[in-house]
């Protein structure tokens, strides 16, 4: 049991360049969710998925793209890479809303 | 006013000591509420829910006041493994999606 799966670890981006985080469950989880995580603003809401074929925006959408075609991935597309979106992205899943998530190991990307 | 606030911290406490984490939240309509826990340049890990009755878990226990909005988390007999970044966590359930809303956190170090 794997848990949830990101890749990759590591990424370093030119400014304009576009790329596809990836992330995968294995729980049979509904809810998905990405956030982002800067120094000193917390973790915050990018698209989250209720299950396949559903998604909406989180807090942060703006430069992001995502889809849900299978309950287990739950992709983030970067549309054109900016230095603001330097950040570490953490993938979540969650069973039940009442539950809590588990997250992935994060990715994380540097925009230059 | 943030969403969900903490204290950032640090706090520096000795090994065996006891320390409280408080938390409060603005959004009334808040269903659930989380204790995470997150260690330097790693993921987020549930640590633990928070019920209205309160609840325990080992050397760890979660208070939750509706009435106040306020979350807390106690700590007893510290140990050097503790420290870490502790998260509150609140989910709003907006608009059918599982949204978590978390703190910035507020650091613990544990010294001997």
């Known amino acids: 049991n794997a848990g949830v799966t990101q890749t990759p670890k590591f990424q370093v981006l030119k400014t304009g360049q576009s790329m596809t985080l990836q992330c995968a469950q294995d729980?049979?989880?509904?809810?998905m969710s990405w956030y982002r995580q800067d120094p000193g603003m917390g973790l915050r809401l990018i698209h989250y998925?209720?299950?396949?074929?559903?998604?909406d925006q989180g807090e942060v959408p703006n430069g992001y793209n995502v889809s849900r075609s299978t309950t287990e991935d739950f992709p983030l597309r970067l549309l054109s890479a900016a230095p603001s979106q330097t950040s570490v992205y953490f993938c979540?899943?969650?069973?039940?809303?009442?539950?809590?998530?588990?997250f992935g190991s994060g990715t994380r990307l540097t925009v230059v | 006013r943030k969403e969900v606030e903490q204290d950032p911290g640090p706090f520096n406490v000795p090994e065996g000591a006891t320390v409280a984490f408080n938390c409060t939240y603005s959004n009334s309509a808040s269903q659930s509420f989380f204790w995470y826990r997150q260690d330097c340049r790693k993921e987020p890990k549930l640590l633990m829910s928070v019920y209205s009755s309160g609840n325990e878990d080992g050397r760890f226990t979660a208070q939750l006041n509706r009435a106040s909005q306020y979350i807390s988390l106690l700590i007893r007999d510290s140990k050097l493994s503790d420290s870490a970044t502790y998260l509150c966590v609140v989910n709003g359930f907006t608009g059918g999606g599982n949204k978590l809303t978390f703190g910035t956190g507020t650091q613990l170090k544990v010294e001997l």
């Open positions: 998925s209720v299950g396949a074929g559903i998604t």
């Open positions: 729980m049979n989880h509904e809810y």
């Open positions: 979540a899943s969650s069973f039940l809303r009442v539950y809590g998530y588990t």
